[in-house]
């Protein structure tokens, strides 16, 4: 993509309304744009970072056995009535009334619709279990919402419902869903900790929050420092086998957010060396809430002895425009974001220090195409502007690899390629410095 032809929005300064750094640097480098408090347009930057962190997700979910499907945004009060949560949500619900005066909601979230499809659909112990979810635009209307995607009051989430016979069977699901998340998370190049937390309105008594540690964070939590070693599983991973020594493995050192925290079991447990205090930013959290919503739904299906019963229920999110704001939270410097490979928005910023030279435009011409053959996304400064303004440019952008191409290191056939994250510089051929990106990015 050349940038010439490309819409990317920065500002010089940083904006009087961003209080964290994700914020003010996703305004800088031209990734969104604010349309009133707490909604954004996503511009094409800012979109395909967000598209390949929903890819990511749904490749997780799919390899864990989750089925996808896609419910409306808008609900029927009465599907919320049914399950007792209408009048309980509270004020962040947005209610509606159609031009036939029925009432309807902008969903937050999506147990109630789940299940009613789930009864529909479902009546025998036989198609169990079943987890089905979706990646879909929610809004809860926040009194107060700041720091930017952090919390937004529109916003693009992945909910996951899972259905099983009974507890048993619904706890290994809830295994599954968070295999399956600290598999996700990884693999976007941070690191959440798992964390007993508070199960809220989607109730229930079993839950755990994902968090990114970070002092922008809105929770504070407690954990044990070797939580932060842990291996993560595999993409071999057998999600039919047995899961719970995986879980056992990270659920067994002390990890809870603020609400759940018992301080003198942390004392007791933990010793002063491997203690952390901090705060964190929740990215996802995974619920086992049994039958609160398939028994007032009466969302049966027949068992093996004949006989009709009420599922047992899971409910498992992760804020996918809301990773934004984490990862760069995670991942900034002085300059601006650190992507990390996976979720940039290109794999390589080119260069041109001298666009007026044919022989510049040619060679920084050549080596996009070279990386976009290869499956790589490469943005291409062939704009007119100074070096200085350029690289100020890839920098706050935080792209992965820069490429840069000019007069004096084409006069002995290399260029320049400098790792964002490193400062690492390199003089190659062009052909060579394509090389080194395709075979760290397959390693």
């Known amino acids: 993509m050349r940038l010439s032809r490309y819409l990317l929005p920065t500002l010089k300064e940083n904006p009087a309304e961003a209080q964290i750094a994700s914020h003010r640097l996703m305004l800088r480098a031209g990734l969104i ?44 009060a009465d599907l919320w009535r049914e ?27 999506n147990e109630d619709m789940v299940t009613a499809i789930f009864r529909a659909n479902v009546k025998s112990y036989r198609a169990l279990p079943l987890n089905l979810y979706h990646v879909q635009w929610k809004f809860r209307d926040e009194q107060r919402p700041r720091f930017g995607v952090m919390r937004g009051r529109e916003f693009l989430m992945k909910d996951a419902y899972s259905f099983d016979l009974d507890e048993a069977t619904a706890r290994r699901s809830y295994q599954r869903m968070f295999v399956a998340y600290l598999r996700t998370f990884a693999r976007m190049g941070i690191r959440a900790i798992p964390m007993r937390a508070e199960t809220g309105p989607i109730g229930g008594d079993l839950s755990h929050e994902f968090l990114v540690l970070a002092q922008t964070g809105e929770s504070a939590v407690y954990c044990d420092k070797a939580v932060l070693d842990l291996p993560i599983p595999g993409a071999g991973v057998d999600y039919d086998g047995d899961l719970d020594p995986i879980v056992q493995q990270w659920t067994a050192p002390y990890a809870a957010t603020e609400d759940v925290h018992d301080f003198e079991r942390f004392e007791r447990e933990v010793p002063a060396e491997r203690r952390v205090q901090t705060r964190g930013i929740e990215v996802g959290q995974v619920f086992y809430f049994g039958t609160k919503y398939s028994a007032p739904m009466k969302a049966l299906v027949t068992g ?23 990862i760069i939270e995670a991942g ?23 666009p007026g030279d044919a022989q510049v435009g040619e060679v920084g011409a050549g080596i996009q195409n070279a990386l976009e ?39 002995e056939g290399t260029v320049e390629l400098k790792r964002r994250a490193t400062g690492e510089r390199l003089s190659l051929a062009p052909h060579d410095a394509v090389a080194h990106i395709a075979n760290h990015l397959s390693s």
């Open 83 to 109: 399950s007792g949560r209408y009048d309980a949500y509270g004020p962040e619900m947005l209610r509606i009334r159609d031009r036939h005066e029925r009432e309807l909601l902008y969903g937050p979230t």
């Open 332 to 354: 900034h410097d002085d300059a601006g974001i650190v992507w990390p490979d996976a979720v940039a928005p290109f794999n390589v910023g080119i260069v041109d220090l001298d």
């Open 373 to 411: 053959a290869l499956g790589l996304d490469a943005l291409h400064d062939d704009t007119d502007e100074r070096a200085g303004v350029k690289f100020a440019r890839m920098d706050l952008l935080g792209l992965p690899w820069q490429l840069i191409v000019g007069r004096r290191g084409l006069g």
């Open 304 to 326: 093996p002895d004949g006989s009709d019963k009420p599922i047992h229920g899971g409910s498992y999110g992760i804020g996918v425009s809301r990773l934004l704001g984490a």
């Open 33 to 76: 744009r604010q349309e009133a408090a707490g909604i954004y347009s996503w511009l094409p930057a800012g979109l395909r970072t967000l598209r390949k962190i929903e890819a990511i997700v749904r490749e997780e979910m799919n390899r864990a056995g989750a089925l996808e499907l896609l419910m409306p945004t808008l609900q029927l």
